[in-house]
Structures are given as C-alpha cells and as structure tokens.
C-alpha cells in the first residue's frame, strides 16, 4: 500500500480548500436572503398577532408597542412621517385621532403614532409636526423610526424617491391580535377617528 507523500496531502488539502469555496458563496448568499427578509417582511395580515417593536419618542424616551397596549385595545398608525415635507394628509389624521382621544379612553383604547424618515434630525421634524399639538392626551403617543425598523418589519416601506411608508393603520385586540387593517398606496385614503371607533364598537 502506497504512502502518500507529504506533498500529495498537501495538493488534497488544497483541493478540499477549493472545493468548500461554492459551499462558503451558497452559504452567504442565503444569509443575505435571512437578512432581507427580515428587513422587508411581509405586512402581518388579520389574525395574527402584530410584530412588537421598541422606538423612541421625539425627546428619547424608549417606548414599547407591546408595553404602550398592556391591557388595552390599541390602533397602530404608520405615518409618511418626512417624505421631505410634512404630509398634510397625516396632520389632518393625526390631529382628527387627538380630538377623538377622549372617546379612546372611554373604550379603553390607546393609540402609538410612527413618525419615519431620514435620520438626519428626525426627531426635530417630529416636534414641528406636532407644533400645533401643546402635549399629546395621555393615551397618545409618537415615536420616530430614523431606521425604518417598524416600517420595514411590518413590510411598509415605500421605497421611492421622497416616500418613506405606505401610510396604514392596524386595530388590535388587547392580546396583540390584529382584527382590523387599513394600508393605503396613495398619499390619501386614511381610517378616520370615527372609523376606528365604529370598528372598536364591534369588539
């Protein structure tokens, strides 16, 4: 029986190198796959309990989705946030919810505002979109999303030069389970204040 030389080992060893190259490629190619997923995931449909998040107000305090609904119905809006301008469409939305907290209180409602957008001094932005606002009633809140985390986890980015969201509004149950979903294409089409209360009303 032949020994292999230390040479031949060698040439195997090289071989063997060589070889795992395609299987290294696979390998990072479906990692990339993972990842993209993960950033673009598909929007959560009705029935199914809506993906948590952790973003921040416009003055850095952490907030929670799942800890802001705790024991309560809540209404999840997506805003366009800062496509470049302040939406007129989502100040008109925001502010028919605000003048309607008082009747989400009374249903034990709560209601977490995104506001997404570039980075670069989002948080300002966020400030002068509510400038009109003195201080959100207390089962109100905004939070930024300088990264699209929320936007993209629950697949609505709006990936077009000066877009950022697809503007849409989710009613969820007091386990977290989406029952109701509104997702627009166009700058318009939101879910009134009256809307969401009527849907409530069928809880």
């Known amino acids: 029986m032949e020994i292999p030389s230390f040479r031949s080992h060698k040439r195997h060893r090289l071989v063997k190198l060589q070889l795992s190259k395609p299987a290294l490629l696979g390998l990072a190619v479906i990692c990339a796959l993972s990842v993209a997923v993960r950033l673009y995931a598909k929007t959560p449909a009705i029935g199914v309990k809506a993906p948590d998040f952790a973003l921040s107000t416009p003055t850095g305090k952490a907030v929670r989705m799942s800890q802001v609904q705790r024991g309560h119905e809540l209404i999840l809006v997506i805003l366009r ?70 936007t993209n986890l629950y697949g609505l980015r709006w990936d077009a030069p000066h877009e950022t969201a697809y503007p849409s509004t989710f009613i969820l149950d007091r386990q977290g389970v989406i029952v109701f979903e509104k997702i627009s294409h166009t700058h318009g089409d939101r879910l009134s204040a009256q809307d969401a209360l009527e849907h409530l009303s069928t809880m």
Request: aromatic share 12%; charged share 20%; glycine share 4%.
């Open 81 to 150: 946030g800062l496509p470049g301008y302040q939406c007129p469409y989502c100040v008109r939305q925001v502010h028919d919810f605000i003048d309607h907290a008082s009747e989400f209180r009374a249903k034990n409602t709560r209601v977490l505002l995104v506001y997404p957008g570039p980075p670069a001094n989002l948080d300002q932005h966020a400030k002068d979109f509510l400038a009109k606002q003195a201080e959100l009633p207390a089962n109100i809140y905004l939070v930024t999303d300088p990264d699209y985390k929320a």
